[in-house]
């Protein structure tokens, strides 16, 4: 998939990124961690399917055999694949089954509170984002993008892909620690009430709404504009009480 440049008047242009902003250690091994992440989120590769070999998805990518082994380190420290000692690697997330919490502060996280961090975290994430994102993290956030607006009707894909997204931001900021925490927030939100909160609310076209917002702050983000990325998040987080309170 080409990368996703920036839309102005319906068309896509590429923004002028220079590799100078790019994190110079871990950045070829994040690109394939968040190329290899979109492809499991979206289904690309299903559960239980195994993955091309570490030499073909070195060929694909780009990228050297020893950058793609320790990614998959890295997915499979995360739970997502699986890997077996002659067979390979096989996909162990499943989006569906995903819809609980597993860590128990997150499992006894009320909506409000939930609300609250996330009004702390995520416009400062957005901005440390920005300004410490390399091209290709922009690159492979325009992919999870992509994937978002081929969406048009079912919610729970469409949440799964809003979580990566954000995800992504959170590890672009290039501070663990924030990136631990918010996988933290993420877990809390897969808590079942929202599950079904979304089910009722994401009708197709809240989904198109959400997903011209996200090109919004996608371009916000290409463009290095702290400003308006900041306040399109602040905007998700007012639609997110809005939700709230309908279910009041």
């Given amino acids: 998939m080409t990368a996703r440049g920036l839309i102005v008047n319906g068309s896509h242009r590429r923004i002028g990124i220079s590799d100078d902003t790019a994190q110079v250690?871990?950045?070829?091994?994040?690109?394939?961690?968040?190329?290899?992440?979109?492809?499991?989120?979206?289904?690309?590769?299903?559960?239980?399917?195994?993955?091309?070999?570490?030499?073909?998805?070195?060929?694909?990518?780009?990228?050297?055999?020893?950058?793609?082994?320790?990614?998959?380190?890295?997915?499979?420290?995360?739970?997502?694949?699986?890997?077996?000692?002659?067979?390979?690697?096989?996909?162990?997330?499943?989006?569906?089954?995903?819809?609980?919490?597993?860590?128990?502060?997150?499992?006894?996280?009320?909506?409000?509170?939930?609300?609250?961090?996330?009004?702390?975290?995520?416009?400062?994430?957005?901005?440390?984002?920005?300004?410490?994102?390399s091209p290709r993290q922009i690159e492979a956030l325009g992919e999870t993008l992509s994937r978002m607006e081929a969406v048009q009707t079912d919610a729970m894909q469409f949440v799964r892909l809003e979580e990566e997204f954000h995800r992504q931001l959170a590890e672009g900021t290039g501070n663990p620690l924030l990136t631990a925490c918010y996988n933290l927030v993420i877990d809390a939100r897969r808590q079942s009430?929202?599950?079904?909160?979304?089910?009722?609310?994401?009708?197709?076209?809240?989904?198109?709404?959400?997903?011209?917002?996200?090109?919004?702050?996608?371009?916000?983000?290409?463009?290095?504009d702290v400003e308006e990325a900041s306040e399109f998040m602040k905007l998700t987080l007012l639609e997110d009480q809005k939700l709230l309170m309908q279910e009041d």
């Fill in 193 to 224: 009430f929202r599950s079904a909160m979304y089910r009722r609310h994401l009708t197709p076209s809240r989904i198109a709404a959400y997903q011209r917002g996200y090109n919004a702050l996608f371009n916000a983000i290409a463009a290095r």
């Fill in 25 to 133: 250690v871990g950045v070829t091994v994040q690109y394939v961690i968040d190329t290899l992440t979109n492809r499991i989120v979206s289904r690309e590769y299903g559960v239980d399917e195994r993955l091309p070999s570490e030499r073909q998805m070195a060929l694909d990518l780009g990228v050297a055999r020893n950058t793609v082994r320790e990614a998959l380190d890295k997915l499979e420290e995360r739970g997502m694949i699986r890997r077996r000692a002659g067979s390979g690697s096989f996909v162990t997330y499943d989006p569906e089954a995903v819809t609980t919490s597993s860590a128990p502060v997150a499992a006894e996280t009320g909506p409000l509170h939930l609300q609250v961090v996330r009004g702390i975290f995520e416009p400062e994430m957005v901005r440390l984002a920005i300004i410490t994102m």
